[in-house]
C-alpha cells in the first residue's frame, strides 16, 4: 500500500487569497491526481499531476486557477487560487503505485477548506 | 463516457442487518469496478475491487461485491451490519485497460447503522 499525507488537514482563508496544499506519498508513485469533494458531494477529478510536465486538467478546470506541481515522484502541491466561496471543498490527493490496470489507487485524507 | 449510479444516497439498517448498497455502471465494455469508504473526517479507503477476475470479490471487513454483466451492477453487500460500519460509500470505475487512469465516482450512498 502507498501512505498518503496532506497538509494542510483544514484551513479557512479569506476570498481572493490562495492556498497550497501539500501531498506527500511515502514511497515513488507512477500517477498522482488531485479531485474534490463538494459538501455533500462525491468526488470529481480535478486534474492528474505529471511528473516533469504540466499537469492535465479535466473539462471545468483551469490552470491559472488550480495550478499543480510534481517535481518528484512522491509529491504534489495544488494551489486555489482568488478563492471564492465557491471553493470551499475537501481536496484529495491520490496516487496510484504501478502501471498495471487493476493498480489500487490510495488517497490522502484530504484537506477541508473554508473559504468566508 | 463512463458513469455510475448509485440507487439511495441513504441507506439505514440495524445491527446485525444484511446491508445492500447498490451501483450501477453505463458501458458498452465492462470497466473495472471498485469500492472505497470514507469515515468521518478521513480519506477513502479501498474496500474491494473487481477486475474481470471471478465475479464475486470479497474484500474487508465482511464485504463483498458481485459483478453481474447482465444487470451493469456491483452492488456491495455485507451479511451483518456492524456499528462500526456507519459511514460513506462511493462505487468507482475506472475504463478497461487503461492504466493508472483516475477514477469516475457515484454520488456515494451514506450507511447508518442503529442499535
Known amino acids: 500500500s502507498a501512505v498518503i499525507s496532506q497538509k494542510p488537514s483544514r484551513d479557512i482563508c479569506q476570498r481572493g487569497t490562495s492556498l497550497t496544499i501539500q501531498c506527500q506519498v511515502d514511497?515513488?508513485?507512477?500517477?498522482m491526481f488531485w479531485y474534490r469533494q463538494q459538501p455533500g458531494q462525491s468526488l470529481t477529478l480535478i486534474a492528474t499531476a505529471n511528473q516533469g510536465s504540466e499537469a492535465t486538467y479535466e473539462s471545468g478546470f483551469v490552470i491559472d486557477k488550480f495550478p499543480i506541481s510534481r517535481p518528484n515522484l512522491t509529491f504534489s502541491t495544488l494551489t486555489v487560487s482568488n478563492m471564492s466561496p465557491e471553493d470551499s471543498s475537501i481536496y484529495l490527493c491520490?496516487?496510484?503505485?504501478?502501471?498495471?490496470?487493476?493498480?489500487?489507487?490510495?488517497f490522502g485524507p484530504g484537506t477541508r477548506l473554508t473559504v468566508l | 463516457a463512463q458513469s455510475v449510479t448509485q440507487l439511495g444516497s441513504h441507506v439505514s439498517v440495524s445491527e446485525g442487518a444484511l446491508v445492500l448498497l447498490r451501483c450501477n455502471y453505463s458501458?458498452?465494455?465492462?470497466?473495472?469496478l471498485f469500492w472505497y469508504v470514507q469515515y468521518p473526517n478521513q480519506g477513502l479507503q479501498l474496500l474491494l475491487k473487481y477486475t474481470s477476475a471471478a465475479t464475486l470479490v470479497k474484500g474487508i471487513n465482511g464485504f463483498e461485491a458481485e459483478f453481474k454483466k447482465s444487470e451493469t451492477s456491483f452492488h456491495l453487500t455485507k451479511p451483518s451490519a456492524h456499528m462500526s460500519d456507519a459511514a460513506e460509500y462511493f462505487c468507482a470505475v475506472t475504463p478497461p485497460n487503461q492504466a493508472g487512469t483516475a477514477l469516475i465516482f457515484g454520488k456515494g450512498t451514506t450507511l447508518s447503522v442503529s442499535s
Open positions: 458501458s458498452s465494455v465492462p470497466p473495472y
Open positions: 491520490s496516487a496510484v503505485r504501478g502501471g498495471g490496470f487493476t493498480d489500487t489507487q490510495y
Open positions: 514511497s515513488q508513485v507512477t500517477m
